[in-house]
């Protein structure tokens, strides 16, 4: 069974400081990886996702993340935190096939102070 | 602007009462999908519509009926609403299957049941 860890349920940081999101996941084939943004009183929003090819890729609002196979992780990253990126990221780890059964994991909440 | 637009966006329901929830999306996407999100305990499917007349249980579709109307539209219905159904009920669209392509969210209907 698919499964995604997000080990840190709240996290604060500095504006302008460098920020890094974990995501762990178990999936026994190649996975489908995605990261989420939801802001408060509002849905997700698609980060990135990746599937294949290159293992670092690129989001929109700056983000990126990389799969690391090895360490079954896909990291969320952005250099530099601006005060409207403070909301709740969520990873999720995706199936193909017909079913195409997506796991989120319980998300982390992002604070930016001044 | 293209998306999925659902209505309502709250709701106050008495025990043992009746709604639907109603879902529409313009980007001519295939899969159209009914999650609810609950604290600590991340999104989860409730039903999910993989094409155009064809509808299947997720992993909590205990209490709930859907159907999709067409390809644009997806509605969830609560025949007889119970206190455990308090949630915030989120609809999702893809090109396919969102566990390779991703979702696109509406913004959410915020449920309570008293």
């Known amino acids: 069974a698919q499964s995604v860890t997000q080990p840190d349920i709240h996290i604060t940081v500095s504006e302008g400081a460098s920020l890094e999101l974990r995501c762990n996941y178990s999936?026994?084939?190649?996975?489908?990886l995605f990261w989420y943004v939801q802001s408060p009183g509002q849905g997700l929003q698609l980060l990135l996702k990746?599937?294949?090819?290159?293992?670092l890729v690129q989001g929109i609002k700056g983000f990126e993340a990389e799969f690391k196979r090895s360490q079954s992780s896909f990291n969320l990253r952005k250099p530099s935190v601006h005060w409207s990126d403070a909301a709740e990221y969520f990873c999720?780890?995706?199936?193909?096939?017909?079913?195409?059964?997506?796991?989120f994991g319980i998300g982390t909440k992002l604070q930016v102070i001044p | 602007n293209a998306g999925v637009t659902q209505t309502p966006k709250f709701q106050v329901l008495k025990t043992g009462q009746s709604m639907t929830l109603q879902c529409a999306q313009d980007?001519?996407?295939?899969?159209m999908y009914w999650y609810r999100q609950d604290p600590g305990m991340g999104l989860r499917l409730i039903y999910y519509?993989?094409?155009?007349?064809?509808?299947d249980k997720g992993e909590v579709p205990n209490g709930y009926n859907v159907s999709r109307l067409n390809k644009r539209e997806f509605s969830l219905r609560l025949e007889s609403a119970a206190p455990s159904q308090t949630s915030v009920y989120f609809c999702?669209?893809?090109?396919?299957?969102?566990?390779?392509?991703?979702?696109?969210f509406g913004s959410g209907t915020r449920l309570t049941v008293v």
């Open positions: 999702a669209s893809s090109e396919e299957g969102g566990g390779s392509y991703g979702y696109t």
């Open positions: 999936y026994g084939a190649t996975p489908y």
């Open positions: 990746y599937f294949s090819g290159d293992t």
């Open positions: 999720a780890v995706g199936a193909g096939g017909g079913y195409q059964k997506v796991t």
């Open positions: 980007m001519n996407h295939n899969s």
């Open positions: 519509s993989a094409s155009e007349g064809t509808t």
